[in-house]
C-alpha cells in the first residue's frame, strides 16, 4: 500500500525539541521530493519545510527558519523533522507530504498527521 | 515570499450549484497552482495540479483555469460530498496555501 505514517508528536514545553518521522511505504521513496505541512487547530495549512528527492536540497518557511531541520534517510525510507525551540504558536497537526513528480509538483499523498502540542 | 489569497471565504451554495473559488498570487506563479479539498479530521486531497490538470480519480466536476497571478476553481453541479474546505497553493517558489474557503450547507 501506498502511504506516509508519521510519528513522533507529543506534548513538550515551551523551549523543548522533538524529533517527528515519516516512514515512507509502497512507492519509490528516493526519487521523490517530500515536505512537512502543519495545521494549528481550527486553522488553514501552512507549508513548513521540503527536502529534495536526492536530499541535497531543503526550504524552510520562515517561521521555522533556523529552528527547524529536516533530514532523511533512503535506507530506511524516512524522512526526520527536528523541531527545537518550540513556542506555543507551533502547536499543530504535522502531516507529511510526498511531491507528485520529480523535481517539484503538487502534493499527491499525505500522512494522516501527527500532533505537537506545546504547552507548560 | 509569495502569497496566496483565496475568495470568498465561505460560500453557501445549494446542491446542484455551480461554485466558483478564486486564488490569486503576489507574483507570478506560472501554472505551477493546485487545488485540494480537505473534510473535518482528514488529511487534504489533491484535485487539480498544473492549474488545470485533474488528479486521477477526481470527479470531472471539478474543473481549475488560469495562469500567471489568477486562478479559478470550479464545481459544477455541487453534490452533498463536495462540502468541505478548499485551498489553493503554490508551487512555483518554495510553497504557500491560501487561507481557504469553506463551502458549507445553506
Known amino acids: 500500500e501506498v502511504q506516509l505514517l508519521e510519528s513522533g508528536g507529543g506534548l513538550v514545553q515551551p523551549g523543548g525539541s522533538l524529533r517527528l518521522s515519516c516512514a515512507a511505504s509502497g512507492f519509490a521513496f528516493r526519487n521523490y521530493a517530500v515536505n512537512w505541512v502543519r495545521q494549528a487547530p481550527g486553522q488553514g495549512l501552512e507549508w513548513v519545510s521540503v527536502i529534495s528527492g536526492r536530499g541535497d536540497t531543503t526550504l524552510y518557511s520562515a517561521s521555522v527558519e533556523g529552528r527547524f531541520t529536516l533530514s532523511r534517510d533512503d535506507s530506511k525510507n524516512t524522512v526526520f523533522l527536528q523541531l527545537t525551540s518550540l513556542r506555543a504558536d507551533d502547536t499543530a497537526i504535522y502531516y507529511c507530504?510526498?511531491?507528485?513528480?520529480?523535481?517539484?509538483?503538487?502534493?499527491?499523498?499525505w500522512g494522516q498527521g501527527t500532533m505537537v502540542t506545546v504547552s507548560s | 515570499d509569495i502569497q496566496m489569497t483565496q475568495s470568498p471565504s465561505t460560500l453557501s451554495p445549494s446542491v446542484g450549484d455551480t461554485v466558483t473559488i478564486t486564488c490569486r498570487a503576489s507574483?507570478?506563479?506560472?501554472?505551477?497552482l493546485a487545488w485540494y479539498q480537505q473534510k473535518p479530521g482528514k488529511a487534504p486531497k489533491l484535485l487539480i495540479y498544473?492549474?488545470?490538470s485533474l488528479e486521477s480519480g477526481v470527479p470531472s466536476r471539478f474543473s481549475g483555469s488560469g495562469s500567471g497571478t489568477q486562478f479559478t476553481l470550479t464545481i459544477s453541479s455541487l453534490q452533498p460530498d463536495d462540502f468541505a474546505t478548499y485551498y489553493c497553493?503554490?508551487?512555483?517558489?518554495?510553497?504557500?496555501f491560501g487561507q481557504g474557503t469553506k463551502v458549507e450547507l445553506k
Open positions: 507574483q507570478s506563479v506560472t501554472i505551477s
Open positions: 507530504v510526498k511531491d507528485r513528480t520529480v523535481p517539484w509538483d503538487a502534493f499527491d499523498l
Open positions: 497553493q503554490q508551487y512555483q517558489s518554495r510553497r504557500t
Open positions: 498544473k492549474a488545470s
